[in-house]
C-alpha cells in the first residue's frame, strides 16, 4: 500500500505529457536558434509552447520568459525587476509567508542596498490589502505577494493588491507556482506585472518554470549569453522540458473547475477526520484555501517525525516545504500566523492531487490515528535518565 | 520481526554498522532505517568544508550508505537537545573548572535517549544501533556491557551511562570486529565512506580551539589570573582559567627548569595550580554520580581496574562507596593527573561496570 499525499512537493508526470516530450527529447533534438531544419523544427515546439503557456495566461507570446524552474522565475522577478528600476526606486514589499525563493531574494537585494518591508499576515495566512496599501511609498518599485501558499494553502486577495499596486505605480509580482492548476491564472484579471510558474506541480518536468513579464516592464537578467527569451534568460532553452511544461499547463487548466472540485471534496473529508484526532488543529484558511491543501498543527509531535512514522506505513507527507526539511528553524510561515514556535515545529501538510481517492483518505487517516497513539505513549514511557 | 533504527554519523564505523545489519535482515527478517542526526546547524552560505561528523557533506555520505544498503534514510533534528545537552553542558563544564566528556554526553542524552525514544515513538523501532566498538551480552535477565573485541578501538569508556533498559534496546553491530575488518567490509561494499579518516576532533569544536566556544555560547572571554605552583608561589600568568584543563602541559609559559603541567583549575580565584610530573599523578580521588551498569554496585567496597582517560590502560583499584552518589577509588600504582569532569569508569576484565564523574579534590 502506498499513498501519495505530497503534491504540492511535487506531482508524477503525466502520460500525455511525456509523450509530448518525448520527440523533442530524440528526433527533433536541434536548437531552436539553429538556422538549419532541425533547429527550425526544434523551434517550432517551443514557439507554439510559448503560444499555449501564454494562452493559459491570459498572455502574449512574447510576455513568456521560460526558465528552470519556479525559483529561477521568482529570482528573476524579484532580482530583475528591482534592478531595472534601482535608479528610481530601491524600495520593495513583499509578504511574510513567500516561498524561501522570494524571501531570500529580496533579503540579497537588501545586502545591495535596497530596502524591504514586509506585509503581516492574519492567523490564517492572508494579506490585508490595506497593509498593501500604506507599505507602497513613493519609492516603492515592486511589490510580491504569492497567489496562494505552498504550506497551508491560503489564496490572498490577489486582484484586490493587483489593483492597488496598478493605482500607486508599483510593479505586481506574483508566484503563481501553487495556484496553477487550481485557480485561474488571467494576468490582467490579476492585475499581475510579472508572475512565476513551474512545471513539476502541473504533472510536468522538474526543471522548467516560466516567468510571464508584462510587455513594457524591465527586468535586468539574471544569467547573462546569447539573446534567447529576448535577453531575459540566456542560455539554450529546455525545449523538450518546456514542451511538456505547455502540454502540462494547458491539461491543469482544462480539467482546473471539475477536478478542483472533486479534491476539494476529498480534502473536506480529510480536514474533518484528521480534526478530529486529538490535538489535531486546522492551519491555513477554512476556505480560501487551495482545494488540495489539508495542514496541521498536530501538539507535542515533530514534524519530522511524524512524517517519517507516515513514510514507513507507506503515507507520503510532508511538514510543510520540503525545502527546509531537516532545518530546527520552525516554518517562517507559521510563524508570521502567530503560531508559537513550540506548536510550529509539529506541522503537516497533506497535499492531495489527480491519482488520489477516498481510500487513500481513509488510509492517510487511520496510519496517522495509529502513529499518534504510539508517538504519544512512548512519550509518556520517556525514562527519566540520571544526570551524571 | 523487530525494526532497527541504525544511526548514522557519515563515517566509516557506523556505515558498516547499518550496511551489515541490513545484510543481516535479509535472513532475520529485521527491518533497518538510516537516520543522521542533525546536531548542529548547517554553516549558511559559502560555508567552509568541515570534517566534522555534523557537516552536510557527512548527512550525503551518510545518506549514499543508505541507499547502497537499501534502506529508509531519514534525518533527525536533534539541534536543539544537542545544543544544551552537549555543547552548553561542554562550556558549563570548563567554566566550572573540569574536563567535560562530550562524547559521553552525547552518548547518554542524545544517541541512547532522544533517538532511542524516538525512535521507538516515531519509527515503531525496537532498538538503536551505532557504530560504537563494544559488545551487548545477555547473561540470564541482566544486560553485560562488554569491552570490544578490537580492544585498542574499544569505547565503552564512552558508555558506562547506559542503564539496563537502554542496552535492552541497543546494538553494536562492530563489537566482535577489528578496525582493518570494517575497513574492508566498507571498501568490499563499495560504501564512499570506506576510506574516511578517523575523526579525532570533538565534532563541534573545529581545529581543537574550544575558546572560541566559551565566548560564544557563554560570553567568557578570559580573565589573565595567576599560575601557582604547589606551594601558592606565583610562576606565571594565565590567559583565564577555563582555558586550562589537568594534565595539560603546553601553553603555560612557565619556566621551571622542568616539565610542569597543570594540577589544578581554581574558578573561583581565577587561578591554575602547576606541578611536577609526579607531583599531578595520584594514588586516590573520589568520583561523584555514580552508576553501574547492572543497576546496582557489586559490593559496598570490591576491586576493579579502573579506566581515568579514553585509551588509558585500565589500572587495579580498590573501589570503596561512600553515601548514595560517590567512591573513592584507590590504584594500585599512581594514576596521571585525574581530571575533574573526566569519567573513572570501572571493569572487572572485559566487564564494563560502571563509574562516575572524578570530583574536584577536596
Known amino acids: 500500500m502506498s499513498v501519495y499525499l505530497d503534491h504540492a512537493a511535487t506531482t508524477p508526470l503525466r502520460p500525455e505529457v511525456l509523450e509530448a516530450m518525448q520527440p523533442y527529447l530524440t528526433e527533433h533534438f536541434g536548437n531552436p536558434s539553429s538556422i538549419h531544419g532541425t533547429g527550425r523544427r526544434a523551434r517550432l515546439g517551443l514557439d507554439e509552447a510559448r503560444e499555449m503557456v501564454a494562452r493559459a495566461l491570459g498572455a502574449k507570446p512574447r510576455e513568456i520568459v521560460f526558465t528552470a524552474g519556479g525559483t529561477e522565475a521568482d529570482n528573476l522577478a524579484i532580482k530583475g525587476a528591482a534592478w531595472a528600476a534601482s535608479a528610481r526606486s530601491r524600495e520593495l514589499v513583499a509578504s511574510s509567508v513567500e516561498h524561501k525563493a522570494i524571501t531570500n531574494s529580496v533579503a540579497i537585494m537588501e545586502r545591495f542596498g535596497f530596502r524591504p518591508t514586509w506585509l503581516p499576515v492574519d492567523r490564517y495566512g492572508r494579506v490585508d490589502p490595506a497593509d498593501v496599501e500604506s507599505a507602497i511609498g513613493e519609492h516603492t518599485s515592486l511589490v510580491s505577494v504569492m497567489y496562494a501558499n505552498n504550506e497551508v494553502g491560503t489564496i490572498q486577495p490577489t486582484a484586490e493588491i493587483g489593483a492597488i499596486c496598478r493605482r500607486h505605480g508599483a510593479l505586481f509580482h506574483v508566484d503563481a507556482v ?16 510579472l508572475l512565476s510558474l513551474s512545471a513539476h506541480k502541473v504533472y510536468g518536468p522538474k526543471g522548467v518554470g516560466a516567468l510571464f513579464v508584462r510587455q513594457g516592464t524591465a527586468v535586468l537578467a ?3 549569453g546569447g539573446s534567447q527569451e529576448r535577453q531575459r534568460r540566456a542560455g539554450t532553452e529546455n525545449v523538450a522540458g518546456i514542451v511538456g511544461f505547455a502540454v502540462a499547463l494547458e491539461l491543469a487548466q482544462q480539467e482546473r473547475v471539475a477536478e478542483g472540485e472533486r479534491l476539494a471534496a476529498l480534502r473536506d473529508r480529510l480536514i474533518t477526520e484528521m480534526t478530529a484526532l486529538p490535538a489535531v488543529a486546522l492551519t491555513g484558511h477554512p476556505l480560501e484555501r487551495l482545494p488540495n491543501n489539508a495542514s496541521f498543527v498536530i501538539e507535542g509531535v515533530e514534524g519530522g517525525d511524524l512524517v ?9 507527507a510532508s511538514t510543510g516545504s520540503a525545502c527546509t526539511t531537516g532545518s530546527a528553524e520552525p516554518s517562517h510561515v507559521l510563524l508570521a500566523m502567530g503560531i508559537e514556535p513550540e506548536a510550529a515545529h509539529g506541522s503537516l501538510r497533506l497535499t492531495l492531487g489527480r491519482g488520489n481517492t477516498e481510500e487513500d483518505v481513509r488510509l492517510t487517516v487511520e496510519a496517522t490515528r495509529r502513529v499518534l497513539e504510539r508517538m504519544r505513549g512512548a512519550r509518556e514511557r520517556r525514562p527519566e535518565v540520571a544526570s551524571v | 520481526m523487530s525494526r532497527i533504527v541504525a544511526a548514522m554519523s557519515g563515517g566509516v564505523d557506523s556505515s558498516v554498522a547499518a550496511a551489515l545489519l541490513a545484510r543481516d535482515a535479509a535472513s532475520s527478517g529485521d527491518e533497518v532505517i538510516g537516520v543522521w542526526m542533525r546536531l548542529h546547524p548547517d554553516g549558511g552560505e559559502g560555508y567552509e568544508q568541515s570534517r566534522s561528523c555534523c557537516s552536510p557533506d557527512a548527512a550525503d555520505d551518510a545518506r549514499r550508505v543508505a541507499q547502497i544498503a537499501g534502506i529508509p534514510f531519514f534525518i533527525l533534528n536533534l539541534e536543539r537537545e544537542f545544543g544544551t545537552r552537549v555543547i552548553d553542558a ?3 563544564g570548563y567554566l566550572d ?18 533517538l532511542l525514544r524516538r525512535g521507538l515513538a516515531a519509527y515503531g523501532a525496537d532498538r538503536v544501533a551505532t557504530g560504537h566498538y563494544a559488545r551487548v551480552e545477555k547473561a540470564g535477565d541482566r544486560y553485560l556491557l562488554r569491552t570490544a573485541a578490537d580492544a585498542d578501538k574499544d569505547q565503552t569508556y564512552f558508555l558506562w551511562v547506559l542503564d539496563q533498559d537502554q542496552l ?32 579525532q576532533e570533538i565534532c563541534f569544536v573545529p581545529a581543537g580551539d574550544y575558546r572560541a566556544l566559551l565566548a560564544e555560547r557563554r560570553g567568557y572571554g578570559g580573565e589573565p589570573g595567576p599560575i601557582v605552583d604547589a606551594d601558592g608561589k606565583r610562576v606565571g600568568t594565565h590567559s583565564g582559567y577555563a582555558h586550562y584543563t589537568v594534565g595539560q602541559r603546553h601553553g603555560l609559559g612557565v619556566a621551571l ?15 591554575v595550580v602547576v606541578g611536577r610530573r609526579e607531583e599531578v599523578a595520584a594514588s586516590q580521588f573520589t568520583v561523584d554520580g555514580r552508576r553501574f551498569v547492572a543497576g546496582e554496585p557489586p559490593a559496598e567496597r570490591f576491586t576493579a581496574q579502573v579506566r581515568i582517560r579514553h585509551r588509558a590502560p585500565a589500572v587495579a583499584a580498590e573501589v570503596t562507596l561512600v553515601g548514595d552518589e560517590r567512591f573513592v577509588v584507590e590504584t594500585a600504582a599512581p594514576v596521571w593527573a585525574p581530571a575533574p569532569g573526566q569519567a573513572a569508569v570501572l571493569y572487572h576484565d572485559d566487564i564494563c561496570l560502571g563509574g562516575g564523574r572524578i570530583a574536584r579534590s577536596q
Open chain 2, 97 to 114: 573548572g573540569a574536563t567535560p566528556n562530550p562524547c559521553q554526553a552525547c552518548n547518554q542524552y542524545i544517541k541512547f535517549d532522544e
Open chain 2, 257 to 271: 627548569g622542568e616539565a610542569v603541567y597543570v594540577r589544578e583549575v581554581q574558578p573561583k580565584s581565577n587561578t
Open chain 2, 90 to 92: 561542554f562550556a558549563d
Open chain 1, 178 to 193: 501553487q495556484a496553477a492548476g487550481a485557480l485561474a491564472l488571467d494576468v490582467d484579471a490579476l492585475g499581475a506585472d
Open chain 1, 308 to 316: 517519517a512514522a507516515l513514510d514507513l506505513e507507506g503515507i507520503a
Open chain 1, 222 to 224: 539574471q544569467s547573462s
Open chain 2, 168 to 199: 535492552a534496546h541497543t546494538v553494536f553491530r562492530l563489537g566482535e570486529l577489528i578496525k582493518p575488518e570494517v575497513r574492508r567490509i566498507a571498501a568490499d561494499l563499495g560504501l564512499p565512506t570506506a576510506q574516511k579518516p578517523e575523526s
